[in-house]
Every structure is written in structure tokens, then in C-alpha cells.
């Protein structure tokens, strides 16, 4: 069993999944946020900065320049993943697109992130039938493949995407680029419980997350949320980034320990109002 499985199959509430981007603001401030969100969650997604990140919203983007502009380089965020996991058992994936991959050659950057502590790999633009040559080489690598299906994948593409993944299957909440919103969309809940129907992987929901009442809505349909944005406007707006990532996860952490892993649907009782989300 991967570590990523075994954290779902030792939680009776849904998993937390911080996401910050490796190098943010730049390679020093970066590891004491990113050090921080693996205490606070579950497991962690740590981005490697891109120029061109086609499923990033303009908040990633802004921390993936600040990131690309502090020198940060495929090989150097896997150091911070190296850093970050020697005061850390939290398992951690990493999101990285389809151009830096290949160019740091598909082999060598799984070698290099197993051996740095990596548990996980995402790649979203990078379509499932034609990851051949990531899947071979992650297996080699004993990391686990999560893919992404949104509300515009067909039954047949999420049945391919679950059967490839590995550890948990990444559902993209609604047609757009990541980003905090106000409400939830309208089509997560759908997601799930279509992605549930074709596969006993661990189903978890990203892209719009932002809020305590968010997590908590999706968490009591899915095995866990993925919450990005968020952390990073709360460190952006901060004096002290590090508080203000511990803060909104920790209020993140307390609306999903209310909620048991495949709790009541949407349409239950709403959840209780939150003065600071």
C-alpha cells in the first residue's frame, strides 16, 4: 500500500490537501509555509513553477512568477520537497506541467522526486491516454499517478483517467483554471459521485475551494478537498504568512473533522456559519 492510500484508509473524515507552490515567495520563505501546511494537512501539494500554466488561475500564476523569478528550477524544487520531508512524514505530490517534465527528462525526474520524498505526481495537462511514458516510469519509481477529470470528461475518458491513477483520483470542481470563489459550482457534487461509480479509488475535489463551509460542503461527498488559492492570497495579505497559512488551515481542518468520510449529501443540513471565512 502507497502512503498516499494509507492515509485515506486511516481517516473516518475527509482528507485536507493544502497546496502551495514550491519556491514562494522565493526558496528560503518558501520551506517554513510549505512546513506548516504538512503539519496542518493530510497529505501536500507542492507546485513546481511553469510559465505557461494552463490550469492556474491568475492566484497560482502570481505565485509561480514569484517562484520562476527567485530562479526556482524543476531540480530546485525538488530540493525544497527534499527539505520540507526531513521535518515531515506528511506525504507529499507534486504539480508540474507536461514541457518542464519531458524536459527534465521523464526518467530522471522520477528518480530525482521519489529519492526527494515525493509520493505523488500530477500533471494536468497532460492527457491519461497518452501518459504512457510517465505512468512506466513513475511505477518504476513506486510513485503513485493522480489524474484529473472535470465536468466535461465523458464517462468512458473517467473510467481511463481512474483505472491509470493511483493513491487518489483528482476531480476539477467546475470548467475553468483554479481560483477562490464565492460559491461552490453548481457541478462538483455530480463529479464525484459519477467518478465514484467507476472506480474505489479515493475520490478528492480541487479548483475553487476557499472557505471552511466549502471544504466542509464537499467534504461530506468526497474522501478529500484540495484547497490552493486560498492559502496563498492568506499568505500574500499576511505580515506573518506562516500564522495566516496555519490559521485558514486550521479552521479548514476543524469543519472536515465534523464531517464522516461518506456523510450526508450537499442537500443536508447547511453547515454553520463561519465569522472569519
Known amino acids: 500500500m502507497s502512503r498516499l492510500a494509507s492515509v485515506f484508509a486511516g481517516l473516518h473524515r475527509p482528507a485536507l490537501i493544502p497546496f502551495l507552490m514550491a ?13 506548516a501546511a504538512a ?14 500554466p494552463i490550469a492556474d488561475g491568475p492566484t497560482i500564476q502570481r505565485a509561480g512568477g514569484r517562484a520562476l523569478r527567485a530562479g526556482v528550477t524543476v531540480a530546485a524544487a525538488l530540493e525544497i520537497v527534499r527539505q520540507v520531508r ?3 512524514d506528511t506525504p507529499v505530490v507534486v504539480l ?3 514541457n518542464p517534465l519531458l524536459q527534465f527528462g521523464v526518467d530522471r525526474f522520477c528518480a530525482r522526486a521519489r ?3 515525493v509520493d505523488g505526481v500530477v500533471v494536468p495537462d497532460l492527457p ?3 501518459a504512457d511514458l510517465l505512468i512506466g516510469s513513475a511505477r518504476r519509481a513506486d510513485l ?3 489524474f484529473l477529470v472535470a465536468p466535461t470528461t465523458s464517462d468512458a475518458r473517467l473510467a481511463l483517467a481512474a483505472r491509470h491513477s493511483r493513491g487518489f483520483l483528482y476531480c476539477v470542481s467546475l470548467t475553468g483554471v483554479t481560483g477562490a470563489r464565492d460559491a461552490l459550482p453548481p457541478e462538483a457534487e455530480a463529479l464525484v459521485r459519477r467518478a465514484r461509480a467507476v472506480t474505489s479509488l479515493p475520490v478528492c475535489v480541487g479548483f475553487g475551494i476557499a472557505t471552511p463551509q466549502q471544504a466542509q460542503a464537499l467534504g461530506r461527498v468526497a474522501d478529500g478537498v484540495i484547497v490552493g488559492s486560498a492559502l496563498v492570497e492568506a499568505a500574500e495579505r499576511a505580515t506573518d504568512p506562516v500564522g495566516a497559512v496555519e490559521d485558514l488551515l486550521g479552521r479548514l481542518r476543524g469543519s472536515l473533522a465534523a464531517v464522516s468520510r461518506g456523510g450526508p449529501p450537499l442537500s443536508g443540513p447547511a453547515p454553520p456559519p463561519d465569522a472569519t471565512g
Not at 515567495?25 to 509555509?33: A, F, G, K, S
Not at 494537512?41 to 510559465?51: A, K, N, T, W, Y
Open 128 to 130: 491519461v491516454d497518452e
Open 39 to 52: 503539519r496542518a494537512g493530510d497529505i501536500l501539494e507542492v507546485g513546481i513553477p511553469f510559465s505557461d
Open 86 to 88: 526531513q521535518t515531515a
Open 115 to 117: 529519492a526527494a520524498g
Open 144 to 146: 503513485d499517478t493522480i
Open 23 to 35: 519556491g514562494d515567495p522565493d526558496p528560503e520563505r518558501c520551506i517554513p509555509l510549505l512546513r
Open 96 to 98: 508540474t506541467y507536461a
